[in-house]
């Protein structure tokens, strides 16, 4: 978110707890070997740094947002399960429902859909995690 969320992002080593941790890490590795993303994009979406981005990323993102629960089989952004998410970086309902507004949009792809939500997400709440 995502992503995508798109993609595999955590918030800090120290927020997560060690069961999120082992998920993140087990979900990141299964979503790399599946799409063929290297570690160095991964690890650049990671940090935020949305400047080099392929359409293996984006499939990462994807499948990433799948295994976290934040987006449908079927490609569709879970709004519900991402305000859960977004709430762990925001206590301001209003603030929650207005960067959902903005940043859950879909595209012409889920993996863009993906993707752009997820970048989104981290540009409005940079500490936002998938996990």
Not at 67 to 88: H, P, R
Request: hydrophobic share 35%; proline share 2%; aromatic share 6%.
């Amino acid at each position: 978110l995502i992503c995508v969320a798109l993609v595999a992002a955590v918030v800090t080593a120290q927020t997560l707890t060690d069961e999120q941790k082992a998920k993140w890490k087990k979900w990141r590795e299964e979503c790399r070997q599946e799409t063929g993303v290297s570690e160095e994009a991964i690890n650049r979406v990671v940090s935020n740094q949305f400047d080099v981005v392929d359409d293996k990323i984006k499939a990462h993102g994807l499948c990433f947002g799948k295994k976290a629960g934040l987006i449908s089989e079927s490609g569709d952004i879970l709004i519900d399960q991402t305000k859960i998410k977004l709430k762990k970086v925001s206590a301001d309902d209003d603030e929650v429902d207005r960067i959902i507004k903005k940043c859950v949009v879909k595209k012409d792809t889920p993996e863009e859909t993906a993707f752009q939500t997820f970048k989104c997400l981290r540009e409005e709440k940079p500490k936002f995690s998938p996990v």
